[in-house]
């Protein structure tokens, strides 16, 4: 089992930055893919970024891209998420996630691919 612990969120105004950190503990070694997702009420759970074993391939969906980096440390467990020029529309739950297996490239955006996640973080953004 993988356990996730997610940190970091919080208030921000339109514009500003946050840094999501998840850090994974138990069998959390050599986790081939991690990735942030975030829900709304009412809403489904969808894909944020994701990152590959090494932190060298990373996916986004089109709404962050240039905005959010992900990044990974393997030596700390753990998964990082950068937010710059935060939107409204960026207001939701942030959940962590761990995939046990190495997804297709496409796959990497799927909630189904990964196994294991966190509690989540709230990510509220004042317009």
């Known amino acids: 089992q993988v356990q996730l612990v997610e940190s970091g969120g919080g208030l921000v105004q339109a514009g500003g930055s946050l840094s999501l950190s998840c850090v994974a503990s138990?069998?959390?070694?050599?986790?081939?893919?991690m990735g942030w997702f975030r829900q709304v009420p009412g809403k489904e759970r969808d894909f944020v970024a994701a990152?590959?074993?090494?932190?060298?391939?990373?996916y986004y969906t089109d709404s962050v891209k240039g905005r959010f980096a992900i990044s990974r440390d393997n030596g700390k467990k753990s998964v990082y998420l950068r937010m710059n020029s935060l939107k409204p529309e960026d207001t939701a739950v942030y959940y962590c996630a761990a995939a046990p297996f190495m997804p297709a490239p496409k796959a990497f955006g799927l909630a189904t691919s990964y196994n294991y996640w966190g509690q989540g973080t709230q990510v509220t953004v004042s317009s």
């Open positions: 990152v590959g074993p090494n932190g060298f391939s990373t």
């Open positions: 138990g069998r959390a070694f050599n986790i081939p893919a």
